[in-house]
């Protein structure tokens, strides 16, 4: 798996998590105006390795 970090249309940044067979599996819910913004949220998914997981 891998995180990419691209320009919307908006020329905001953006990360999705893209699986090694090229599915994409998650992407970002808002715009980051600087790259420096998604890098530190995909820093954040990565450091939440303890997360919860919640049934509904």
Excluded: P, T
């Excluded at 939440?48 to 509904?56: F, L, P």
């Amino acid at each position: 798996m891998k995180f990419e970090v691209y320009q919307d249309r908006r020329g905001e940044f953006r990360w999705r998590l893209k699986h090694s067979n090229g599915n994409i599996l998650a992407v970002s819910s808002e715009g980051y105006k600087a790259k420096a913004s998604a890098l530190r949220c995909i820093e954040n998914i990565q450091n939440s390795g303890e997360a919860e997981v919640h049934h509904a």
